[in-house]
């Protein structure tokens, strides 16, 4: 099974940015789907980004025109660009893919983003 390692979370103010990397153990170019959830505290964890394997991207609207989800295929990476912060914007982010469709969801060990002054 692929595992995924996130990393870039941590604490920001509001308005400042983050970018969240999303490393994968091998070839991610044939993946169905890549994308973050995040979960906040006492709160079911919502979609935040999502991207096909043939480019297709959606974004919660919560966050569009602030964040741009992008994969590198080379590295094997996807990331998440957050701008404009929010403090409700404050949860654990993470990455995930399905491999195949109809296949079960990977998930992403979690990386934190706080967003407070």
């Known amino acids: 099974q692929v595992q995924l390692v996130e990393s870039g979370g941590g604490l920001v103010q509001p308005g400042g940015s983050l970018r969240l990397s999303c490393a994968a153990s091998r070839s991610i170019s044939n993946f169905y789907v890549m994308g973050w959830h995040r979960q906040a505290p006492g709160e079911q964890r919502e979609l935040v980004a999502a991207?096909?394997?043939?480019?297709?991207?959606n974004y919660v609207d919560s966050v569009k025109g602030r964040f741009t989800i992008s994969r590198d295929n080379a590295k094997n990476t996807v990331y998440l660009q957050m701008n404009s912060l929010k403090p409700e914007d404050t949860a654990v982010y993470y990455c995930?893919?399905?491999?195949?469709?109809?296949?079960?969801?990977?998930w992403g060990q979690g990386t934190q983003v706080t967003v407070s002054s």
């Open positions: 991207v096909t394997s043939g480019g297709t991207i």
């Open positions: 995930y893919t399905v491999p195949v469709r109809g296949f079960k969801t990977i």
